[in-house]
C-alpha cells in the first residue's frame, strides 16, 4: 500500500513563492509517476506537473503550459520526497494542491489529503 502526505501549504502574498513536499511511503517501487493536481473552489482537479519516480531512465519533469516558468517538480529519492515549488505566486493559485502516485499518468492510484494554498 502506498500512502502519500502533502505538506508546505501556507496564506501568501501575491509575488512570494512557496515548496510544497510530498512525502512517498510503503510500496514504492509501486509507482513510476508522482504528479500535483491543485484544485480551487468549485473547479475541478488540475493536473499541473508530473515527474517520473520509477528506477528505470528518468524523463524530463512535465508541466502545463499554464504554469511553466513558474513552477518546478523536483523529487529527493533518499527522503521518497517530491516537491513542488511555485514561483511569482498569484491569487489564481489558490487551491488545495494534491499529489498523486501510481504506475503511470493515467494509472494514479494514490492520492494525499492535500495542503492548501491561498495567495492574496
Known amino acids: 500500500h502506498v500512502q502519500l502526505v502533502e505538506s508546505g501549504g501556507d496564506s501568501v502574498l501575491a509575488g512570494g513563492s512557496l515548496r510544497l513536499s510530498c512525502i512517498v511511503s510503503g510500496s514504492f517501487s509501486r509507482t513510476n509517476v508522482v504528479g500535483w493536481f491543485p484544485q480551487a473552489p468549485g473547479k475541478e482537479r488540475e493536473g499541473v506537473a508530473s515527474?517520473?519516480?520509477?528506477?528505470?531512465?528518468?524523463?524530463?519533469?512535465e508541466y502545463a503550459d499554464s504554469v511553466k516558468g513558474r513552477f518546478t517538480i523536483s523529487r529527493h529519492k533518499a527522503k521518497n520526497a517530491v516537491y513542488l515549488e511555485i514561483k511569482s505566486l498569484k491569487p489564481e493559485d489558490t487551491a488545495m494542491y494534491y499529489c498523486?502516485?501510481?504506475?503511470?499518468?493515467?494509472?494514479?492510484?494514490?492520492w494525499g489529503m492535500g495542503t492548501q494554498v491561498t495567495v492574496s
Open positions: 515527474i517520473y519516480t520509477g528506477d528505470g531512465l528518468q524523463g524530463s519533469p
Open positions: 498523486a502516485a501510481g504506475g503511470s499518468w493515467v494509472t494514479l492510484d494514490y
